[in-house]
């Protein structure tokens, strides 16, 4: 017999032995003996109040054994001389179709432009470092897109887009830690994640599929509103069939070329804001109602929160905690920043970005004349101004918090985890006040809820613009271009996806729907 069960285990009970056994055994009343295994399906941490619990979701096994193998299986078969389906991007979205493709017998050809994890490393030194950008290797391109260096946080609320457990469980097949299958809010890590992606890629390539690095697409050569070729950098055309476009939310080139070729595209909302950094102390203290070091058995505070502010949500976004805030631009003369943790999120700071909705019909007026791209040209003019705030490098812009709030610039900043450095700039003015004055009154609501938040041991810095896509590009029910037969639009650059597993989950789809293209 098996029972699924929740329990709620206090905290100073955690390292008690055997405490999921005999909690499980007093709840279904049964002697704790009949019981032969206790398997945890998710936990969470409820520090709503000063009596902090471990709720934990088990199977318990009576009288019966736990089944040592996963029900998922990964049956990949050598596609070498199998019909291709090409695929640009080798993020979450274009990993995740290229294995598809490989299951259902079909060749996955990615193309990324980016580099492998182990040389983009060079590159972001140059970021951090040198304030250098390199418009085809960063934060944001290559192996792995944009999640491999910033974070690797696994949350989802897409649950009707597709199996979460699937993806999942392909990522502990490739060697994450199963941890990630039971944690509420599961993160890899950005010192683990790159191994977990280097695994991905040679399995691709065992199994017949091919991946070109640093083979930008700057062209789709169509006839007749059918695919016929991809155009790369280099000069060499490739004939296609069917084209997976799993780009993500910054490749603006695609987009600019979409438009230019006159392929519909859609303008959609999005969100912009700055990213908020705390010494994570600050946030244990507010979370787990404790003053100095938290307990050893909790982990670095998170936090989330959202409010309305005239008419429009301001809402915390991709928080790190125990992280660092890193440079995310993607080309010079810009800066943009985002947030990511390593494994044990044991840095001093917590970082989060705070962002306001923009409504793509009604606060864009000014751009129309951008059409389909006008919210694209907005994010631009943001981070540019960010640049020059910063000094023209990628020192960014930043101001305390609560001088922000209170819109005055700050004589000094905090230390902080941002590598190229801080610039004193008062961002309450320089940000538009559809943005800048939707934060301050946000900051103030939630400064009235969490007490402590609001603090000038708080750094303010911008801008966070890349939370996705400001462009959709459609498609039909088939998941495919409704002008262009054989192109797919996918993942976070489709606007399809709004994280490493959402887009995981869209990959797969995209490429199922490729390949009945294929055979139709």
């Known amino acids: 017999m098996v029972k699924e069960i929740q329990l709620r285990i206090k905290l100073q009970e955690e390292t008690k032995a055997n405490i999921l056994e005999i909690k499980a055994a007093q709840w279904l009343s049964i002697p704790r003996k009949d019981i032969t295994s206790v398997k945890v399906l998710r936990k969470s941490i409820d520090a709503r109040k000063p009596q902090i619990y471990f709720n934990y979701k088990v199977a318990v ?36 179709a290229a294995l598809r493709c490989i299951e259902l017998g079909y060749k996955p050809v990615v193309l990324e432009r980016g580099k492998n994890v182990q040389d983009r490393r060079r590159d972001l030194r ?33 649950l009707k887009r597709g199996d979460v457990r699937r993806i999942f469980e392909n990522l502990v097949y490739h060697g994450a830690t199963d941890q990630i299958l039971v944690d509420a809010h599961p993160h890899i890590g950005t010192n683990k994640l790159p191994k977990i992606i280097e695994k991905i890629r040679e399995n691709i390539i065992q199994y017949g599929g091919e991946i070109h690095f640093e083979s930008r697409v700057v062209d789709i050569v169509t006839k007749n509103n059918k695919l016929q070729a991809i155009q790369l950098k280099d000069g060499r055309e490739l004939t296609a069939k069917a084209l997976i476009l799993a780009t993500g939310h910054s490749a603006r080139d695609i987009y600019e070329l979409l438009h230019k070729k006159e392929i519909a595209l859609q303008a959609k909302s999005f969100a912009m804001g700055v990213r908020v950094e705390h010494p994570q102390q600050i946030i244990d203290s507010i979370q787990y109602h404790c003053e100095g070091s938290r307990h050893e058995l909790l982990p670095a505070a998170a936090y989330g929160w959202v409010e309305q502010v005239r ?28 947030g990511m943790s390593p494994s044990k999120r044991n840095n001093v700071f917590a970082n989060s970005g705070i962002v306001v909705e923009i409504n793509a019909q009604k606060d864009l007026q000014k751009y129309e004349q951008y059409g389909a791209l006008k919210g694209l040209q ?34 000094e900043l905090n230390p902080t ?56 590009i459609p498609r039909k029910e088939n998941l495919e271009h409704p002008e262009i037969e054989g192109l797919f639009p ?21 490429a199922e729907a490729a390949i009945q293209n294929l055979k139709a």
């Open 126 to 158: 140059q970021i951090n470092q040198f304030h250098n950008v390199n418009s085809d290797s960063n934060y944001c391109f290559g192996e792995g897109g944009a999640g491999t260096y910033s974070d690797g946080k696994l949350y989802t609320r897409s």
């Open 490 to 510: 996918c993942g976070e650059g489709g606007g399809y996806a709004g994280g490493i597993i959402s887009a995981a989950m869209d990959g797969e789809r995209c």
């Open 378 to 411: 907005y994010q631009k003019d943001l981070e540019r101004l960010a640049f020059t705030a910063g000094g023209r490098t990628q020192t960014a812009p930043a101001q305390r918090l609560t001088d922000f709030i209170d819109g005055k610039l700050s004589p």
């Open 311 to 338: 008419e429009r949500g301001v809402y915390s976004f991709c928080m790190c905690p125990g992280g660092f805030i890193v440079p995310a631009a993607t080309a010079n003369g810009e800066v943009v920043v985002n």
């Open 61 to 96: 096994y009576v009288k019966e054994l736990a089944p040592e193998q996963s029900d998922y299986q990964f049956n990949y078969q050598d596609v070498s001389n199998k019909p291709e389906i090409h695929i640009v991007g080798f993020g979450p979205a274009g990993m995740y």
């Open 417 to 472: 985890s941002y590598q190229p450095g801080l610039n004193s700039a008062p961002l309450h003015s320089l940000l538009p006040k559809a943005i800048g004055g939707r934060l301050r009154k946000g900051f103030a609501q939630i400064g009235a809820k969490m007490h402590g938040y609001n603090t000038n041991e708080a750094n303010v810095i911008g801008v966070e613009s890349r939370t996705s896509s400001p462009v959709n």
